[in-house]
């Protein structure tokens, strides 16, 4: 692998797939398309419906592999993740392991850059190769268009973070909107919700799409309900929230 090419698809809409990432996937030698198991096979779907879609290189090939899963339980979360990220890297070595595939493409839900590590994980691939990252659609861009709502009040700062951190610090200081993602426990329990306001998303751009907004007295118990429902029906959720203090 000489070269490697982490191309953001957005959050669940093949719409959200750029020309860029279009020119990309045809450029490429090797498609590496992960699956995340049984209950999460719809990912591995999107993933194949926008190869059918775009992809027209007949020389280019796909190859599906099974992706590594964390350990949730490791004592220590930060040596967890640096373990699981080792044992992706050594899954795309290998996966990508095919004569005349000197240039590999991935695609990455969302984008690259924001809470995803695909870049950190390709370090770790022997070489390393030249990485080449096309952007795409963000899920706090996708959440922001799916409430019409700007992210940002005029003139002023907003946080992302994280539900961990949301549960374990609380409210980020010196800004009133804060955007929560990778929250598997619906952190926003945590906070007292008076003067808080959220507007909650999952599944955001697919079919499946359920959005809510409110105060957070109210709409917290309501977004509660839905997103055990959801998980339930779907085996699987993804979601994404923004909280903001009035």
């Known amino acids: 692998m000489r070269e490697l090419s982490l191309i953001g698809i957005g959050t669940g809409n093949p719409d959200h797939l750029t020309a860029e990432a279009a020119r990309a996937i045809n450029a490429a030698d090797l498609i590496l398309l992960p699956r995340k198991g049984a209950d999460k096979v719809d990912l591995a779907d999107l993933r194949r419906e926008i190869l059918a879609r775009v992809l027209v290189n007949p020389a280019a090939q796909v190859v599906e592999f099974d992706l590594p899963q ?70 706090v861009q996708a959440l922001a268009a799916a409430h019409a709502m700007p992210l940002n009040a005029i003139g002023a700062p907003f946080m992302v973070t994280t539900g961990r951190r949301l549960r374990d610090d609380g409210f980020p200081p010196g800004c009133d909107t804060c955007v929560v993602m990778l929250d598997g426990t619906c952190s926003f329990r945590s906070l007292p919700p008076a003067g808080l306001s959220i507007w909650w998303g999952a599944y955001l751009g697919m079919e499946a799409q359920i959005l809510d907004h409110g105060p957070l007295a109210e709409a917290g118990p309501r977004i509660l309900n839905a997103r055990a429902a959801a998980r339930a029906r779907h085996g699987w959720i993804m979601d994404i929230y923004l909280l903001r203090r009035a």
């Open 70 to 139: 964390r350990d949730a339980a490791h004592p220590d979360y930060r040596a967890g993740v640096e373990g699981w990220h080792d044992a992706i890297a050594l899954a795309w070595a290998r996966t990508a392991d095919v004569p005349g595939a000197d240039h590999v493409a991935l695609l990455v839900w969302g984008d690259p850059s924001l809470y995803d590590s695909s870049l950190r994980i390709a370090a770790r691939l022997p070489g390393p190769p030249r990485v080449r990252v096309i952007p795409g659609i963000t899920a």
